[in-house]
C-alpha cells in the first residue's frame, strides 16, 4: 500500500529564529526547548562542531504566528520571568 504524498504546505518548515553570534546555539536551544514545552514542534539547525555557522531554530508555517507570540512574551518577561519560572519548576519536582 503506497502512501499518498500530501502536497499542503501546512508542514513546510519556516524559519522563527537565527543567529550566527557567540551564544546562538545556547539561545536556539532554549527557544526551542520552550517552544517544545508550549506543544509546538520546532527543529534546531545548526552544527555544535562547527560554532562560527549559523544557527537557526524552525516551525511548520501553520504553527508560526503561535510561536512568534510565545516568543515575544517570553522576550518581554526578560531573564527573571525565565529564572521565576525554573525555580517555581525545580520546586514542583
Not at 499518498?4 to 546562538?24: K, Q
Not at 534546531?44 to 507570540?69: D, H, M, Y
Amino acid at each position: 500500500m503506497a502512501l499518498e504524498p500530501d502536497d499542503s504546505h501546512e508542514m513546510d518548515m519556516v524559519t522563527l529564529f537565527s543567529s550566527s553570534n557567540h551564544d546562538a546555539e545556547m539561545e536556539a536551544m532554549q527557544i526551542h526547548g520552550m517552544l517544545e514545552s508550549n506543544g509546538i514542534p520546532s527543529v534546531l539547525v545548526g552544527a555544535s562542531t562547527i560554532p562560527s555557522l549559523e544557527f537557526e531554530v524552525q516551525v511548520p508555517k501553520e504553527n508560526l504566528e503561535e510561536a512568534q507570540r510565545i516568543l515575544a512574551e517570553a522576550q518581554a518577561a526578560g531573564p527573571a520571568a525565565a529564572a521565576e519560572a525554573e525555580a517555581a519548576g525545580e520546586e514542583g519536582a
